[in-house]
């Protein structure tokens, strides 16, 4: 029998009864539904990490104690950076046009009968152009606050909110681990990072007070810099490399004792973890697509009991067994791909609302929806072979007999 | 008596036996029967008797447990699946007491179904099926589903789907078993009419004496063995 004619009288005899061949199939919608929305809305996260990446400064590079390890940054142990090797940078390093210290802790900051936990960022006056941030309220840090050792701090969107509420900041004190500083900016509110944290939940204040007052210790975790332009990002990474191997005695052949990542790294671990994150959900989107196979092959091997005279009579009038097996095979393929593609619409749909409500950028990736629905049809061939099969083997008087 | 010809259809020597252990029966002890090319054939008997039995076997639905069928001199057993479902397809047809077509497909639909196993193009399909409607004098009913077609307007459609492929042999098992006494006399007169004018041998399952009188030969069966067979002069 032709495979055209096999897909038509599959077709209509799904189409006698419609209700039960959508509900059937409705697994698979499902299925096909939820591995479109998790690819879509992981691709939306990678674009939304990498949009934010990129904002943060793309000439931007990190320097961090500790060799390079895998995905993550470095490895704890490696001796920190000292105030001699900042000054070195600035002055041996001619592609990098700004270096900051980047400390940070978690500290209480408290404000009349205010009180919280925040993130106090130890930093050079410099770092605000480099993270490319500006102030909404008051002023950045300056040399002269860094030279001094000054009290004074910046603080993130969040803080304002919670200690200050509708009152005016500038110049208000607050105690930041039991020292009184003068608050004199605001910065521009930047809201939740893509992996929810609070990037406005800060306190910044001279990487000097930071260093003298809070922790008793000068040396410097973290150095943000940036380089003079996009295109001399490896200038300056080899030159901050060379610099660094020299001032720390890393011997010929040895591996750094510290590592040096540029943005576009960053992006690329980024887009891994989300990566990672995302197939993970396709993962256990694709066990309901299973789930609907089964869903399908239940209503197959019931389809083949109820039809097992219209078998008998088939075969009666000269059906092979592969006629049969045709038969009920490409309609258990019919019926799944008609919920792929069902699946691939409401997975569209679906993911374009859940962008909005989430406030991701909108994406379908071709790949995913063409797998969804290639996986749709292996999933009618893989659930449909065993009921087809029955139905195919039946002896045809015994077929014939069947009430 | 004509010159000897070969059998069309041949059992040798069938047994069959249903179920297993103490509950088994022998439906058939030991069964020959030729069948010769346009023959009439009533099969009669009582409930039980193996009539049924005998006539699965010769329409290749169900097979012997021991013994040999042969069609023209070829033993069915040696028979892979697929050539069996051709034979079946063009070779025989089938005629039931329940008739058996397809619920809620067309009348033209059953007919044509045995033409879709045997690959022939949709267009032609539709002639021979339509052609074969109109034998049976169903004209004009092509699109009526069965639910919509009295008990001997659906065993017509029954014997045109049976015809469609030009069989040599039409099996039919109790036809008039489930229609009245005048319906009964035109679904015969239509099977006497094939005999005579087209040639189908015909082999007929029966436990009415009317209706085996349409015949040109009875076989009587009792408890699975044949105890008389004998010509009939035609009505």
């Known amino acids: ?403 | 008596m004509q010159a000897p010809r070969e059998p069309l259809l041949s059992l040798r020597r069938i047994t069959k036996v249903f179920g297993e252990g103490d509950a088994t029966v022998q439906a058939l002890r030991g069964v020959d029967l030729d069948v010769y090319p346009g023959e009439f054939v009533a099969i009669m008997g009582a409930s039980g008797s193996g009539k049924s039995t005998a006539m699965n076997i010769l329409g290749c639905l169900d097979a012997p447990t021991e013994g040999q069928y042969l069609v023209e001199g070829i033993p069915v057993e040696s028979l892979p699946g697929d050539v069996l479902a051709a034979l079946r397809n063009d070779r025989l047809g089938f005629v039931f007491q329940g008739f058996n077509l397809l619920p809620r497909t067309s009348a033209l639909d059953n007919v044509e179904l045995p033409l879709v196993y045997a690959d022939v193009s949709a267009s032609e399909r539709r002639v021979r099926a339509r052609r074969a409607l109109a034998e049976v004098g169903l004209a004009g009913r092509e699109r009526a589903h069965p639910n919509q077609l009295s008990g001997g307007q659906q065993q017509r459609v029954a014997i045109a789907r049976a015809l469609v492929n030009a069989p040599e042999v039409l099996l039919a098992d109790e036809p008039t078993g489930n229609l009245d006494t005048r319906t009964s006399a035109e679904i015969m007169a239509l099977l006497v009419a094939l005999n005579r004018d087209r040639g189908i041998t015909i082999v007929m399952v029966t436990h009415d004496t009317d209706i085996a009188a349409y015949a040109g030969r009875l076989v009587t069966f009792r408890d699975g063995l044949i105890v008389s067979d004998q010509p009939r002069a035609a009505p």
Not at chain 1, 82 to 90: F, P, Y
């Open chain 1, 1 to 403: 029998m032709r495979l055209a004619t096999t897909t038509g009288l599959a077709v209509s005899a799904l189409l006698r009864s419609k209700l039960r061949s959508l509900l059937t199939t409705l697994g698979v919608v499902i299925g096909v539904a939820a591995v479109i929305i998790m690819q879509s809305m992981g691709a939306g996260a990678t674009a939304m990490v990498t949009g934010e990446l990129s904002g943060m400064g793309s000439n931007m590079l990190m320097l961090m104690p500790g060799a390079t390890q895998g995905m993550g940054g470095a490895s704890l142990g490696a001796p920190l950076f000292t105030r001699d090797d900042l000054a070195a940078i600035g002055r041996e390093c001619p592609a990098v046009r700004a270096a900051s210290v980047m400390n940070v802790r978690s500290v209480r900051v408290v404000t009349g009968d205010e009180n919280r936990s925040t993130n106090l960022y130890g930093v050079s006056p410099s770092y605000l152009e480099i993270r490319q941030w500006l102030t909404v309220m008051g002023r950045g840090l300056t040399e002269e606050d860094e030279r001094q050792g000054a009290k004074v701090c910046v603080i993130g969107e969040t803080n304002r909110i919670e200690l200050f509420g509708s009152v005016d900041p500038i110049g208000a004190e607050i105690r930041v681990h039991d020292l009184a500083c003068t608050v004199v900016g605001v910065l521009e509110p930047k809201g939740a990072s893509t992996f929810g944290q609070d990037q406005d939940d800060l306190v910044l204040m001279p990487s000097t007070t930071y260093g003298r007052r809070i922790m008793g210790d000068d040396r410097i975790g973290v150095m943000m810099l940036s380089a003079v332009a996009e295109d001399r990002i490896d200038e300056a990474k080899a030159q901050v490399q060379s610099l660094m191997r020299q001032r720390r005695r890393v011997l010929e052949g040895e591996d750094d004792d510290f590592t040096v990542r540029d943005m576009r790294e960053l992006i690329a671990i980024m887009g891994t973890i989300t990566g990672v994150l995302t197939s993970l959900l396709a993962g256990v989107a694709a066990i309901s697509l299973v789930v609907g196979g089964i869903g399908i092959m239940n209503i197959m091997l019931v389809s083949v009991t109820e039809r097992t005279r219209e078998i008998g009579i088939r075969l009666a009038v000269g059906a092979r067994a592969r006629d049969i097996l045709a038969q009920f095979l490409v309609e258990a393929v019919v019926l799944s791909l008609a919920g792929g593609m069902l699946g691939l619409l409401l997975g569209a749909v679906g993911s374009y609302a859940a962008s909005r409500v989430l406030d991701l950028p909108f994406s379908l990736p071709p790949m995913a929806a063409a797998l969804a629905v290639g996986v749709s049809v292996v999933v009618g061939v893989l659930f449909g072979v065993f009921p087809a099969r029955k139905a195919a083997h039946l002896r045809p008087i015994v077929a014939l007999r069947f009430e």
